[in-house]
């Protein structure tokens, strides 16, 4: 089985320009969650998304960043106008649907790695 | 709403010593998961162990031991006879059953350095 699968795994921007990443959940997985790691710190939870919808995106930033999960294809979580503050790791996570979502489990990516310069 | 805490910022041992990395959580749920993921210096995470609330058993697993106890609210994680390779940042992390899917809120991290 395929883990979750992330990329890139590296991205350089430039300040102002756009950061997509993508992240493709593990086969049978219908939730996805995003997390941000600054550097030298803890992972925080930005959003959380099932197939389509937004289920809690108390986490995230209220200017510049979104995140979808369409029906089909990956999640992406999208930064518009990017500054140097946004330079850090960024981790998605899956989990199963509902039935066992009370296992607590996540299975993480290996993250993608945004510097702007 | 639910807390996290890694007392220790960044501990470092000389190989073969033990460790102990604390980790005190606050929440209001009954039902609840915590866990410990490794960071290594490549950056993936790497899940550790998994304990839910009713489960108060402490656990070994070869170097590893948990220990968990309600009543102090506290999930300590023991590396005995540290390795070089041990050299990572270790996470603390919990999940309510009444939040929104498995969210995770996580500790700041302990960094764990061993030396040769």
């Known amino acids: 089985n395929a883990g979750v699968m992330q990329n890139p795994r590296h991205l350089v921007r430039r300040r102002g320009q756009e950061a997509r990443l993508r992240c493709s959940p593990m086969?049978?997985?219908?939730?996805v969650y995003w997390y941000r790691q600054l550097p030298e710190e803890g992972l925080k939870f930005m959003v959380y998304l099932q197939k389509e919808n937004i289920i809690d995106e108390s986490g995230m930033p209220k200017e510049r960043f979104s995140a979808e999960f369409p029906k089909e294809g990956p999640s992406i979580l999208r930064i518009q106008q990017v500054v140097r503050g946004d330079s850090a790791a960024y981790f998605c996570?899956?989990?199963?649907?509902?039935?066992?979502?009370?296992?607590?489990?996540?299975?993480f990516g290996e993250g993608s790695r945004l510097t702007v310069l | 709403a639910q807390k996290v805490t890694q007392a220790q910022t960044e501990i470092s041992v000389v190989e073969k010593e033990d460790v102990t990395l604390d980790c005190v959580y606050e929440?209001?749920?009954?039902?609840?998961?915590l866990f410990w993921y490794k960071q290594p210096p490549s950056g993936e995470l790497v899940f550790l162990i998994r304990?839910?609330?009713?489960?108060?058993q402490n656990e070994i697993s070869g170097r590893y031991s948990w220990n968990f106890q309600k009543s102090t609210s506290s999930f300590n994680f023991t590396i005995t006879a540290s390795q070089v390779v041990d050299s990572a940042v270790y996470f603390c992390?919990?999940?309510?059953?009444?939040?929104?899917?498995?969210?995770?809120?996580f500790g700041g991290g302990t960094r764990v350095l061993v030396k040769p």
């Open positions: 086969k049978g997985h219908s939730h």
């Open positions: 992390a919990l999940s309510e059953a009444k939040a929104a899917g498995n969210k995770l809120t």
């Open positions: 996570a899956s989990s199963p649907g509902t039935g066992v979502r009370y296992t607590g489990e996540l299975f």
């Open positions: 929440t209001r749920d009954t039902t609840y998961y």
């Open positions: 304990r839910n609330s009713f489960d108060e």
